[in-house]
């Protein structure tokens, strides 16, 4: 199948409004599954206990699915962010992808990410794994499906030896990715072939791929009834990947607008590091609907630090799912950032599940024109000397709205939780809106929590003072802008990212 065409009629898909039938317009995205599954998943799963679980999975979820609808303003998780926009489209499937040529594709790396897995459509890209260093020993960057060339264990004397062989694999790899030695062949080949069919790493994924608390979220839901492939990362015990990982997920144009599932689980054992950028982009203008999902799993005095930044079309409709289970001792960090999309939301979902846990969240959401954007956060304390920091900052121009809602439960059993979150939001413009809701909810007697969220505009007095320093009053506009910015900017640990997207924050407004 061509993927062109989705199996769901045009007339079913848009008439979803007109009949008021939010549940079968989620069917009808339901629908258009069927256009990958016997091109793409029957095709790259050729393990049979793989073929089953994820169809048992797949119809669990499904079921789900059949039982929801498109949410409302009516539903109190949903009363801010009005839908209706994402059901006056017509999706078709986004398989297979239209490919992104390599030049183009180069003009999305980040050139400290070592390795890095891209996505188009949420299905793997051609030439997805590239990586310029050698892995620590155990570590696994892969899809989930995609077969890769399964080599014999031996090799590494096999390239030692056949210096033709090794001429050849090194000639098949992309131009952009410089010859290779034979022990950074030789890793890359044996962490490839650790797919979802090897016993090892099926188990892996069966005990953590859709356990996550609100897996029945309907979005969620339909992410793991239709996702194509997904990407996995697993990071060993006590392995320390200092150089970032690059997930890259690419929308590409299709003759409609199309939908995609990007799917990602990350296994992070006991006292391993590891540095994640997982970004969502575009390099055309158009519609399309990306509803991904990804779900991090940080071991016993392990060290997840996450970037997510998402910079879709302003057309596009982005609703995500960011779910996190952290073990004992371990820390947390995610730096969000989203200024793409007409109309986005990310659900980030921590869940803190041993003592003297560490959880810090980072968000900046930069909008203009009309575009909504909304951020819903959770984080869950279950045990004691658990602590969160969290800031999340909103800068909101012309008849843009920005959403903010930002839960902390702190139960009983979860004494001397220290917990501290902050709302700040700028408004640049008198049409600009912003909905902020900070909650907290506490039932144990000793802990240490505060919430707090501001609105403002630029300061009159501090542009009229740059101005009074020589700088233009746009120009002091700019810059003071990109100072209310710097606090979760600064936080990027991936220097040329960080340039990037203050750049970005220079330019957007």
């Known amino acids: 199948m061509t993927g062109q065409v989705s199996t769901v009629s045009d007339e079913a898909v848009t008439n979803g409004k007109a009949r008021g039938d939010r549940a079968a317009y989620l069917k009808s995205l339901l629908d258009l599954r069927s256009d990958f599954k016997s091109s793409y998943v029957d ?3 050729e393990d049979a206990g793989t073929n089953a679980w994820l169809q048992d999975l797949r119809d669990r979820a499904t079921e789900v699915v059949l039982k929801s609808a498109i949410p409302s303003t009516r539903d109190e998780e949903w009363r801010f962010t009005d839908l209706s926009a994402l059901l006056e489209n017509s999706f078709s499937s986004g398989y297979p992808a239209s490919k992104v040529n390599e030049a183009e594709r180069q003009r999305l790396p980040l050139s400290e990410a070592k390795i890095r897995l891209t996505f188009e459509n949420g299905i793997p890209a051609g030439s997805e794994f590239e990586i310029r260093a050698s892995l620590p020993e155990g570590l696994v960057v892969s899809s989930l499906l995609k077969r890769e060339r399964k080599l014999p264990p031996n090799i590494l004397e096999m390239l030692t030896e056949n210096e033709e062989t090794f001429t050849s694999i090194n000639a098949s790899l992309p131009s952009s990715i410089p010859p290779l030695k034979a022990e950074e062949l030789a890793t890359v080949f044996n962490t490839s072939e650790s797919l979802a069919g090897t016993e090892d790493v099926r188990r892996l994924l069966q005990g953590h791929l859709a356990t996550l608390a609100g897996t029945e979220d309907v979005f969620t839901a339909l992410n793991t009834a239709s996702f194509t492939d997904a990407a ?59 509803n991904p999902v ?62 003297q846990t560490e959880t810090t969240l980072n968000g900046l959401t930069l909008i203009g024109d009309e575009q909504v954007a909304d951020t819903h956060s959770l984080i869950s304390f279950t045990k004691p000397h658990g602590t969160s920091h969290q800031i999340h ?6 008849r843009a709205h920005a959403v903010f809602n930002g839960k902390i439960l702190v139960p009983k059993p979860a004494q001397l939780t220290d917990a501290g979150q902050l709302s700040s939001t700028l408004l640049l413009s008198e049409k600009a809106r912003v909905d902020t809701k900070p909650q907290l909810e506490i039932t144990a007697d000793n802990v240490k929590c505060a919430h707090g969220a501001t609105v403002s505009q630029l300061d009159s007095d501090e542009v009229f003072y740059l101005q009074s320093r020589g700088i233009d009053a746009e120009s002091a506009r700019r810059l003071l802008t990109y100072a209310f910015a710097y606090d979760v900017l600064k936080e990027i640990p991936v220097p040329s990212l960080r340039d990037t997207l203050a750049q970005s924050v220079r330019n957007h407004f």
């Open 43 to 45: 095709a790259n799963t």
């Open 232 to 290: 996995v990362i697993f990071v060993p015990k006590n392995v320390d990947v200092s150089i970032p990982i690059q997930l890259l997920f690419i929308a590409t144009p299709r003759d409609r607008a199309s939908i995609a599932h990007p799917r990602c689980i990350v296994v992070a054992e006991s006292g391993s590091k590891l540095t994640l950028i997982e970004e969502y982009v575009t390099l055309y203008d158009g519609a399309y609907f990306t």
């Open 294 to 355: 990804t779900e991090i799993w940080v071991g016993e005095n392990a060290e997840v630090n996450h970037t997510r930044i998402q910079r879709d079309s302003q057309e596009a409709f982005h609703i995500g799912k960011t779910a996190v289970s952290q073990a004992r001792d371990s820390r947390y960090t995610c730096n969000a950032i989203s200024y793409g999309a007409k109309l986005s939301r990310h659900n980030l979902e921590v869940y803190q599940t041993g003592e």
């Open 393 to 398: 900052k909103c800068i909101v121009d012309d």
